[in-house]
């Protein structure tokens, strides 16, 4: 398994801490987790095609920014954004699911990071990383879809140029 | 703090309009609370706080229920068609157990 499965598989262990163990600390970190998970599927999907050095391609992964990223997702979620190829490519719903999971995801993982004054319920955090490994599914059975691809690129680069 | 570009007129509408999908699941959910702000990036957002029975929660497998109550509020609001547009919506969950236990004003 790589990084991003491994990091899933913890992120459901964080979700169910056990008794005696610190629950909002554990909770926290199973969303902060989960967030990543899907973040670095979607980087390493990305830059997989890359046939540059490892060194390179660290580089490439290093590009992504997490506020593009929720830009596009949002954009794909909600039916607005537009792909690369003319006439863009239809989005389908498990690539919907994906973005709006992304989304999702990304603002819980901030507020789990940072908001001390928050408490989480274990329900919140169980969701998030329902819905994360739900996302992983969809993006296996999406991956290869003309949609999928040109979403990837708009992770790294944003909004196609008109 | 509440931050929206909304109407009271709207503001009431959207609230009537949450109680209704909320009366979609008398089995599931025991209330939906909602408030207009902004997320961790500054966009405009609206919280979805949905508390869930017991019994939904140990019934019914966990992406299945969250995501039908997720796509009842967003085709039943319209959030992606219409004045709500420009808001993201974001939900979370909890049981009544675990608010019961809790005890989070905002969640009342």
New interface residues.
């Given amino acids: 398994m790589g990084i991003a499965e491994d990091l899933l598989m913890l992120a459901g262990r964080l979700a169910n801490p056990a008794p005696g163990e610190p629950e909002q600390a554990s909770l926290r970190r199973s969303i902060s987790t989960a967030y990543y998970a899907l973040f670095h599927l979607l980087v390493q999907e990305a830059v997989q095609s890359w046939n540059g050095s490892p060194t390179a391609r660290f580089g490439l992964e290093r590009r992504f920014e997490h506020r593009t990223m929720k830009d596009m997702s949002n954009a794909v979620w909600r039916g607005s954004w537009r792909g690369w190829s003319t006439p863009s490519p239809v989005v389908p719903p498990e690539l919907q699911n994906v973005a709006s999971v992304f989304v999702d995801l990304q603002e819980a993982r901030q507020q789990a990071d940072y908001d001390n004054a928050k408490t989480w319920a274990a329900m919140d955090a169980q969701a998030l990383v329902a819905d994360a490994q739900f996302a992983f599914d969809n993006w296996r059975t999406v991956r290869a879809h003309p949609a999928a691809n040109e979403y990837l690129l708009s992770l790294l680069i944003g909004n196609k140029r008109e | 703090m509440a931050t929206t570009y909304l109407s009271p007129q709207q503001l009431k509408d959207f609230a009537q309009k949450v109680e209704e999908v909320a009366k979609k699941f008398p089995g599931e959910v025991v209330r939906i609370r909602h408030s207009f702000g902004r997320?961790?990036?500054g966009d405009p957002?609206i919280y979805f706080r949905i508390v869930?029975t017991d019994e939904a929660?140990r019934r019914i497998?966990?992406?299945e229920l969250?995501?039908k109550i997720k796509r009842a509020l967003i085709d039943d609001l319209a959030l992606?068609a219409s004045e709500y547009?420009v808001y993201?919506p974001?939900?979370?969950?909890?049981?009544k157990a675990?608010?019961e236990k809790?005890k989070?004003p905002q969640w009342e």
């Fill in positions: 997320d961790w990036d957002a869930v929660r497998p966990l992406a969250t995501g992606f547009s993201i974001y939900f979370n969950f909890r049981t675990e608010q809790l989070d």
